[in-house]
T-cell receptor, first 113, second 112 residues
Framework: EPEVTQTPSHQVTQMGQEVILRCVPI?????FYWYRQILGQKVEFLVS????????KSEIFDDQFSVERPDGSNFTLKIRSTKLEDSAMYFC???????????FGQGTRLTVV | KQEVTQIPAALSVPEGENLVLNCSFT??????LQWFRQDPGKGLTSLLL?????REQTSGRLNASLDKSSGRSTLYIAASQPGDSATYLC???????????FGTGTRLQVTL
C-alpha cells in the first residue's frame, strides 16, 4: 500500500543551525502539507503546497520556514536558525485532490538543544 | 477561527465494550471530517473520512457520523479490543487549501 515516507525519523540539532526535513509523498498525489505537534499539544497546520507553490500557510510558518519540491518525488521543509521551541514532531501529509483523504507520514522528531 | 474539541480526553474500558468518542467544531463550513489514530510517538493513521454531504461512514468495527449543522461528529467503536488502545484524533478540513484543524484527541485504553 502506498505510504508517505519521512526522513530522518529523529534529528537532534543545535540551536541556531539549519535543518531540512524530507518527505516522499504518495506518488500520484498533488497536494502536500506539513504539520507539527509539540509534545502534549495539538497537531498544528504549517503549510500546504500545490502546483509548485504555497497555497496556504499558518501564522507559525514565518520567514524561518521554507518548503520546496526539488524534484518529482521529494518535498522538503527547511527550518533556518532553529530555536528551542521548534522542538516537535513534524508530519508530512499528502492527498490526491483538494479536500480528499490526507495520508500522513510517520513523522520526524526534531530536538533542538 | 475553527476550533475542534474532543471529549472525553481519556477513556478506559474493558475489552468487548462498545464506545463512543465525540468531536465538535465551531465553524460548520467544512469540506470533510477525518478521524485518525495515533500510537505513542508515531504518525497518524487515517481511519475514516466523511465528506460534508455525508452523514455516516463505516469501516469494519468503526462507524463515524457527522452532523454538520450542529458541528458534531462521533466515532463509534464496536467490540473494543486491547489493540484499539491509542489516541484518536478528529480533524476538519476547511479553506481552499484543504488544511486540517485537529482536536486534542481522546486517549483510549482497552483493558483485558
Amino acid at each position: 500500500e502506498p505510504e508517505v515516507t519521512q526522513t530522518p525519523s529523529h534529528q537532534v540539532t543545535q540551536m541556531g543551525q539549519e535543518v531540512i526535513l524530507r518527505c516522499v509523498p504518495i506518488s500520484n498525489h498533488l497536494y502536500f502539507y506539513w504539520y507539527r505537534q509539540i509534545l502534549g499539544q495539538k497537531v498544528e497546520f504549517l503549510v500546504s503546497f500545490y502546483n509548485n507553490e504555497i497555497s496556504e500557510k499558518s501564522e507559525i510558518f514565518d520567514d524561518q520556514f521554507s518548503v520546496e519540491r526539488p524534484d518529482g518525488s521529494n518535498f522538503t521543509l527547511k527550518i533556518r536558525s532553529t530555536k528551542l521551541e521548534d522542538s516537535a514532531m513534524y508530519f508530512c501529509a499528502s492527498s490526491d485532490y483538494r479536500n480528499t483523504e490526507a495520508f500522513f507520514g510517520q513523522g520526524t522528531r526534531l530536538t533542538v538543544v | 477561527k475553527q476550533e475542534v474539541t474532543q471529549i472525553p480526553a481519556a477513556l478506559s474500558v474493558p475489552e468487548g465494550e462498545n464506545l463512543v468518542l465525540n468531536c465538535s467544531f465551531t465553524d460548520s463550513a467544512i469540506y470533510n471530517l477525518q478521524w485518525f489514530r495515533q500510537d505513542p510517538g508515531k504518525g497518524l493513521t487515517s481511519l475514516l473520512l466523511i465528506q460534508s454531504s455525508q452523514r455516516e461512514q463505516t469501516s469494519g468495527r468503526l462507524n463515524a457520523s457527522l452532523d454538520k449543522s450542529s458541528g458534531r461528529s462521533t466515532l463509534y467503536i464496536a467490540a473494543s479490543q486491547p489493540g484499539d488502545s491509542a489516541t484518536y484524533l478528529c480533524a476538519v478540513s476547511t479553506g481552499t487549501a484543504s488544511k486540517l484543524t485537529f482536536g486534542t484527541g481522546t486517549r483510549l485504553q482497552v483493558t483485558l
